[in-house]
């Protein structure tokens, strides 16, 4: 019975990720998730699904670097940011 259990959790987890896949959501749908969950998971042309984590917040001369998904209406919606080190200095 425990095992049912274990394989019953594994699938809800798979089913509700699969959900949050970019790839099968408008631009506008990928960017409220992200801004809900903090995350969101997008397939790659290789057929991965990896997940997408940005940063909340920048240190002081940090350069914030849009991050970019595929969605079903756009190839580069931008629904995070990653920060960098300035490289103007």
């Known amino acids: 019975m425990k ?8 699938a809800l987890t798979v089913s509700a990720n699969a959900a949050a896949i970019s790839n099968n959501m408008s631009c506008a749908e990928a ?11 997008t397939q ?5 699904v990896v997940p ?3 940063d909340k917040s920048c240190s002081y001369g940090q350069d914030k670097d849009p991050v970019f998904v595929r ?3 756009t190839s580069m919606c931008k629904v995070a940011f990653r920060c960098s ?5």
């Open 71 to 73: 969605t079903k209406d």
């Open 85 to 89: 080190n300035n490289s103007r200095n």
């Open 44 to 48: 790659t042309g290789s057929g991965d």
């Open 52 to 54: 997408i984590y940005g």
């Open 3 to 10: 095992f049912l259990t274990v394989i019953g959790i594994m």
């Open 31 to 41: 960017q409220a998730h992200y801004d809900r969950h903090g995350r969101i998971y």
